[in-house]
């Protein structure tokens, strides 16, 4: 029975994954000091959370200005590195 079963198209989250400026203010406003460059990382580079929380200082190129992960989540899918372009 379950070959005739059509699986759903996957649908984009899009604008209901986005955190609106005012939450993000609010949220800058309530977070301890510390956790505030997370969420301003997070906040300007897209980057996943465990990208932001697990990157060092080997992971930055200071020359092209971004941070360069060779171990992600897709890494043993891609073989590539990630790259996260800083503002």
Do not use: C, I, N
């Not at 649908?11 to 505030?36: I, K, N, W, Y």
Request: proline share 8%; net charge positive.
């Amino acid at each position: 029975p379950l070959a005739r079963l059509r699986k759903p198209k996957a649908r984009s989250r899009g604008s209901e994954a986005l955190v609106s400026p005012e939450d993000q203010r609010r949220l800058m406003d309530a977070a301890p000091e510390d956790l505030r460059d997370v969420l301003f990382a997070l906040q300007q580079t897209g980057a996943r959370p465990a990208e932001v929380l697990s990157v060092t200082a080997q992971d930055f190129d200071p020359d092209r200005g971004l941070w360069v992960l060779r171990e992600h989540k897709t890494a043993s899918k891609t073989g590539k590195p990630r790259v996260v372009y800083l503002t």
